[in-house]
């Protein structure tokens, strides 16, 4: 007999793994408060899952209008120190559309989605088996690291790129960087990482202008303020952490976490929505064999077993994206990477591979 699974959060990771869980023949619930399509605080930026992890999900073609993106520039404060080709290509999609066709998908394959509210405290106390939870950052965080970080993003058409640009403040002693990613029908996704600044005042896209400004980064402030802002799409995330998030070391785990439920990586290496993408496809190789019944694996066999493949699959990009993280966010770090750039000393195509 096939055993269902319930998945809380229909966001990229938990309609990923619906789609796959479906199209294998397993009945799949997933529980969500939102409405598609909606928009959400994310780089929007894809690099280094194979086309393979795509289309074993069942959702490569979704990718269909999506951008290819070839080459990365970085900035710190007005100046460019890095312009180069990426060893792979990158696409960019925004999630207002990428969400909704997911969504479209899973219910073609015959998957449910209950529009509903869920009581995270509750839940995550009672932790019911056979249930996957997939409802994003942590937005309670951990400890002073949960105070630190505001995050921001906004849609903005009318705007010149030639791939991605990454822009690193360098006047302030509160840091952070902002990601220009194209995404379809040649809108920009304009997404930021900022270390929270009492001092920084206004709301909503006035503020983002106002860190920028607060950044010193006055060029790109001026390039977003003579592009058109998509209405509605701005957004903004806080009081979260990075690295892994405490669910994956409860003591009596009964959930399976997948994508930023279980991890949250610095935007800069692209890699959130590949971790939301390959950790939905790993949860769904541990889970396929249990319900379909072909194993005498328990509930808590599976969770184990799921988490030594995430572990061992994200380990190295998380430890290499600790190292480099600080360097965005203090003058010394800045001062290194200038100075490594003009030199023609960053080891890009490593330190590429090495977060892949």
């Given at each position: 007999?096939?055993?269902?699974i319930?998945?809380?959060?229909?966001?990229?990771?938990?309609l990923?793994?619906?789609?796959y869980?479906?199209k294998?023949?397993?009945?799949?619930?997933?529980?969500?408060?939102?409405?598609?399509?909606?928009?959400?605080?994310?780089?929007?930026?894809?690099?280094?899952?194979?086309t393979?992890t795509?289309?074993?999900?069942?959702?490569?073609?979704l990718?269909?209008?999506?951008?290819?993106?070839?080459?990365?520039?970085?900035?710190?404060?007005?100046?460019?120190?890095?312009?180069?080709?990426?060893?792979?290509?990158?696409?960019?999609?925004?999630r207002?559309?990428?969400d909704?066709?997911?969504?479209?998908r899973?219910?073609?394959?015959?998957g449910?989605?209950?529009?509903?509210?869920?009581?995270?405290?509750?839940?995550l106390?009672?932790?019911?088996?056979?249930?996957?939870?997939?409802?994003?950052?942590?937005?309670?965080?951990k400890g002073?690291?949960?105070l630190?970080?505001?995050?921001?993003?906004l849609?903005?058409?009318?705007?010149?790129?030639?791939?991605?640009?990454m822009h690193?403040?360098?006047?302030s002693?509160?840091?952070?960087?902002?990601?220009?990613?194209?995404?379809?029908?040649?809108?920009?996704?304009?997404?930021?990482?900022?270390?929270?600044n009492?001092?920084?005042?206004?709301?909503?896209?006035?503020?983002?202008?106002?860190?920028?400004?607060?950044?010193?980064?006055?060029?790109?402030?001026?390039?977003?303020?003579?592009?058109?802002?998509?209405?509605?799409s701005f957004?903004?995330?806080?009081?979260?952490?990075?690295?892994?998030?405490s669910?994956?070391?409860?003591?009596e785990?009964?959930?399976?976490?997948?994508?930023?439920?279980?991890?949250?990586?610095p935007?800069?290496?692209?890699?959130?929505?590949?971790i939301?993408?390959?950790?939905?496809l790993?949860?769904?190789?541990?889970?396929?064999p249990?319900?379909?019944?072909?194993?005498?694996?328990?509930?808590?066999?599976?969770l184990k077993?799921y988490?030594?493949?995430?572990?061992?699959?994200f380990?190295?990009?998380?430890?290499?994206?600790?190292?480099?993280?600080?360097?965005?966010?203090?003058?010394?770090?800045?001062w290194?990477?200038?100075?490594l750039?003009?030199?023609?000393?960053?080891?890009?195509?490593?330190?590429?591979?090495?977060?892949?």
């Amino acid at each position: 007999m096939k055993r269902p699974i319930t998945i809380i959060g229909g966001g990229l990771s938990g309609l990923a793994l619906g789609c796959y869980l479906q199209k294998n023949g397993i009945t799949v619930t997933i529980i969500e408060p939102g409405k598609y399509p909606r928009h959400k605080v994310c780089g929007e930026f894809i690099c280094g899952v194979k086309t393979e992890t795509l289309e074993e999900l069942g959702i490569l073609d979704l990718f269909k209008n999506a951008q290819s993106v070839n080459n990365i520039q970085w900035h710190i404060a007005d100046k460019k120190i890095f312009d180069k080709t990426l060893p792979l290509p990158g696409i960019g999609i925004s999630r207002f559309l990428l969400d909704d066709e997911l969504q479209k998908r899973f219910r073609s394959l015959g998957g449910n989605i209950q529009q509903q509210r869920v009581d995270k405290p509750t839940y995550l106390r009672d932790q019911p088996k056979e249930h996957v939870w997939a409802c994003g950052k942590e937005k309670q965080g951990k400890g002073n690291d949960s105070l630190r970080w505001l995050g921001m993003k906004l849609h903005v058409s009318g705007l010149e790129l030639h791939g991605l640009e990454m822009h690193t403040g360098g006047s302030s002693v509160k840091g952070g960087y902002i990601g220009l990613s194209p995404i379809e029908d040649g809108k920009v996704n304009v997404c930021a990482l900022f270390e929270v600044n009492k001092s920084v005042t206004g709301k909503g896209q006035e503020k983002l202008q106002n860190y920028l400004i607060a950044l010193g980064l006055n060029t790109l402030a001026q390039r977003l303020n003579t592009a058109e802002i998509v209405t509605g799409s701005f957004s903004a995330v806080a009081g979260f952490s990075l690295g892994h998030q405490s669910i994956l070391v409860a003591s009596e785990q009964r959930l399976l976490p997948i994508g930023d439920a279980a991890i949250v990586i610095p935007p800069f290496t692209g890699n959130g929505m590949s971790i939301a993408l390959e950790s939905s496809l790993l949860a769904g190789h541990a889970l396929l064999p249990y319900c379909n019944g072909n194993t005498t694996n328990d509930w808590d066999k599976v969770l184990k077993s799921y988490l030594h493949a995430l572990n061992k699959k994200f380990r190295r990009r998380l430890f290499i994206a600790r190292i480099i993280h600080p360097f965005f966010f203090n003058k010394t770090g800045q001062w290194l990477l200038s100075t490594l750039a003009k030199l023609k000393l960053i080891p890009f195509r490593t330190l590429f591979r090495l977060l892949r």
